[in-house]
């Protein structure tokens, strides 16, 4: 599986940006598709995930409410919109894929294969 993320770039506080991540290769139902962030300085954290067949998702709570994933089965693509955007959400995401069922979505050492960065800056 090749995953290509997009999207990122510099908002205002309270903006929104769409990030997505196309992914290519066989058999793409059998993933999870997971969404990590990592700011400077910091460890990698988990943002949300989706189960491709299902569409099952989970997020951390700290974006509940501002942040939804989604999926476009057609595209091949995975999405993340992000509004209300904080200062603190500023990090360079990461989209990634893990052979389902993964036992911990929520851990990147549950994914098999990763984007590469796209970076979002929130400015307040």
């Known amino acids: 599986v090749q995953l290509q993320a997009s999207g990122g770039g510099l908002v205002q506080a309270g903006g929104s940006l769409r990030l997505s991540c196309a992914a290519s290769g066989r058999a793409l139902s059998a993933y999870i598709m997971g969404w990590f962030r990592q700011a400077p300085g910091k460890e990698r954290e988990f943002v949300a995930y989706?189960?491709?067949?299902?569409?099952?998702?989970y997020s951390v709570d700290s974006v509940k409410g501002r942040f939804r994933i989604s999926r476009d089965n057609a595209r091949n693509t995975v999405y993340l919109q992000m509004n209300g955007l904080k200062p603190e959400d500023t990090a360079v995401y990461y989209c990634?894929?893990?052979?389902?069922?993964?036992?911990?979505?929520?851990?990147?050492?549950?994914?098999?294969?990763w984007g590469q960065g796209t970076q979002v800056t929130v400015s307040s």
């Open positions: 989706i189960t491709w067949s299902a569409g099952t998702t």
């Open positions: 990634a894929a893990a052979w389902a069922p993964a036992t911990a979505p929520v851990e990147d050492t549950s994914y098999n294969y």
